[in-house]
T-cell receptor
Framework: AQRVTQPEKLLSVFKGAPVELKCNYS??????LFWYVQYSRQRLQLLLRHISRESIKGFTADLNKGETSFHLKKPFAQEEDSAMYYCALTDFGNEKLTFGTGTRLTIIP | DAEITQSPRHKITETGRQVTLACHQT?????MFWYRQDLGHGLRLIHYSYGVQDTNKGEVSDGYSVSRSNTEDLPLTLESAASSQTSVYFC????????????FGPGTRLTVT
């Protein structure tokens, strides 16, 4: 069975400091990985996906198949980055998403 | 503008009552999903549909049912509400063309007393 693990429930980072939100997965097939974000009073929305290799709002994520990780990184945190972040995976051809438990990121001014 | 809506946004009900949560999307998406969001569990898939007349069980489907009679709607029914079903429920949809991006509704906060 596929599983997504986000070991940090809460993460506080000072403004301007680097951010790394950890995500590990277990899956026997070839997964597609995503990061979703939920800002206060907003809907859950896609932040980025592995296959597009885009940098969104300064965030990047690299898929490490050896370590089965897809950590989300940003070099300089901004106050507007405070939100709930979910890592998720699906396999190609299967539209279902499996979510991690989420990490609440707080940026300290 | 196309969107996905949920109603009601808040609901309080009593144990044992039947409750239906509505989800409506105007994107003409093939795929629709229901999740529940609980502290410490993240989002867990309840039921999903890949098209009209298609429904499938997700990870936590016990006590829930869905039906898909048209493209736009996927109502979620709690047959006999239990306190363990107190949660925030999210509906989502996706194109079904291997784009994989899911678009989420605003959520329904359900309290079972």
């Amino acid at each position: 069975a596929q599983r997504v693990t986000q070991p940090e429930k809460l993460l506080s980072v000072f403004k301007g400091a680097p951010v790394e939100l950890k995500c590990n997965y277990s899956y026997s097939g070839s997964p597609e990985l995503f990061w979703y974000v939920q800002y206060s009073r907003q809907r859950l929305q896609l932040l980025l996906r592995h296959i597009s290799r885009e940098s969104i709002k300064g965030f990047t994520a690299d898929l490490n198949k050896g370590e089965t990780s897809f950590h989300l990184k940003k070099p300089f945190a901004q106050e507007e980055d405070s939100a709930m972040y979910y890592c998720a995976l699906t396999d190609f051809g299967n539209e279902k998403l499996t979510f991690g438990t989420g990490t609440r990121l707080t940026i300290i001014p | 503008d196309a969107e996905i809506t949920q109603s009601p946004r808040h609901k309080i009900t009593e144990t044992g009552r039947q409750v239906t949560l509505a989800c409506h999307q105007t994107w003409n998406h093939n795929n629709m999903f229901w999740y529940r969001q609980d502290l410490g569990h993240g989002l867990r898939l309840i039921h999903y549909s890949y098209g009209v007349q298609d429904t499938n069980k997700g990870e936590v489907s016990d006590g829930y049912s869905v039906s898909r009679s048209n493209t736009e709607d996927l109502p979620l029914t709690l047959e006999s509400a239990a306190s363990s079903q107190t949660s925030v429920y999210f509906c989502a949809s996706s194109e079904g063309t291997e784009s994989y991006e899911q678009y989420f509704g605003p959520g329904t906060r359900l309290t079972v007393t």
